[in-house]
């Protein structure tokens, strides 16, 4: 059977939306994180947060400790305990950026994300992030810095680089902060590039009252990341639980993130504990590998 060319004008709108940027389906375009660095399908690991009160060196020895594959880095951690008067972030010198690749190098880890680091409006300065971004060979940065949507939109078309919206708890001493709401982010996100979405905040949802796998299928299609966190009661803020002993419903979570084919990163950003984390890190990690063992 001779199949019917395609009319012209169909042809030609097809060529449209595949040749601009913010129309293609560009979530798993820029960086996608090997399968080697994945857990229960999903590339699980530590945001670097979690081992705030350690340095650059130590959050990644801590994150192989613990059995994660990649991490997510913040701006401003010591980078060393031979050298901690020297600070990691995208302003970091090659010499530095060297040594932090070597660290990760030796322990196997991936760094896939970045924040969350402001952006600015100006241009010049947001490169900075992206240039800093496509050395390390990110997948993503992390960032809440919504007025400056319009450069970061020229800029991960230009980079092919990600841009994940974080968002704090509901803070009723300021009524302007908003992207705390899922609904709002979706709100202001509608027809922008598909590289610019959410980082999606469990325990901070929970903490604004709201339940998180709703949070999830809200901004359906515009997962970038996860700060994957279990609170002991929805409404409640820190400290954080060990996954499956909160309200959070991570494996709902999972689950959800699984059936929107979700290919961003799950950095466990673990706010308890602080001097001595590794084990309930583990303990996470463990759910999640277990989660993923159950479905097999």
């Known amino acids: 059977m001779r199949l019917k060319p395609l009319p012209r004008t169909l042809l030609l709108s097809l060529i449209v939306v595949l040749a601009t940027p913010g129309l293609t389906p560009s979530l798993n375009a820029a960086n996608p994180i090997p399968n080697d660095f994945k857990i229960a399908g999903f590339a699980l690991g530590c945001q670097a947060y979690t081992f705030n009160r350690f340095t650059v060196f130590e959050a990644i020895e801590k994150t192989d400790q613990a059995g994660g594959r990649i991490i997510e880095f913040f701006p401003g951690q010591r980078l060393s305990k031979e050298e901690p008067t020297i600070k990691w972030d995208h302003n970091s010198?090659?010499?530095?950026?060297?040594?932090?690749?070597?660290?990760?190098?030796?322990?196997?880890?991936?760094?896939?994300?970045?924040?969350?680091v402001g952006i600015s409006k100006d241009e010049a300065e947001a490169r900075k992030v992206f240039e800093f971004a496509k050395t390390m060979g990110l997948y993503a940065v992390t960032t809440e810095s919504l007025d400056a949507l319009d450069t970061i939109e020229k800029l991960v078309r230009e980079y092919d680089i990600k841009v994940a919206y974080h968002e704090h708890a509901k803070n009723p001493g300021n009524p302007n902060y908003k992207i705390w709401d899922p609904v709002y982010l979706a709100g202001m996100l509608k027809g922008r590039d598909m590289r610019i979405g959410a980082c999606a905040?469990?325990?901070?949802?929970?903490?604004?009252?709201?339940?998180?796998?709703?949070?999830?299928?809200?901004?359906?299609?515009?997962?970038?990341?996860?700060?994957?966190?279990?609170?002991?009661?929805?409404?409640?803020?820190?400290?954080?639980q060990v996954f499956g002993t909160g309200v959070s419903?991570?494996?709902?979570?999972?689950?959800?993130?699984?059936?929107?084919?979700?290919?961003?990163?799950?950095?466990?950003?673990?706010?308890?504990?602080?001097?001595?984390?590794?084990?309930?890190?583990?303990?996470?990690?463990g759910f999640v590998r277990g989660w993923g063992s159950s479905r097999k």
């Open 201 to 240: 905040d469990t325990g901070h949802w929970a903490s604004s009252g709201l339940q998180p796998v709703k949070c999830l299928r809200i901004l359906k299609g515009r997962i970038i990341s996860t700060h994957l966190k279990e609170r002991a009661t929805i409404g409640s803020h820190l400290p954080d």
């Open 93 to 116: 010198p090659a010499e530095v950026v060297a040594k932090v690749k070597a660290k990760l190098d030796q322990h196997r880890i991936k760094a896939v994300n970045y924040g969350v």
């Open 249 to 285: 419903d991570i494996s709902q979570c999972l689950q959800e993130l699984k059936r929107q084919g979700f290919e961003g990163n799950i950095s466990l950003e673990y706010e308890n504990n602080w001097d001595h984390s590794v084990p309930d890190v583990a303990q996470c990690i």
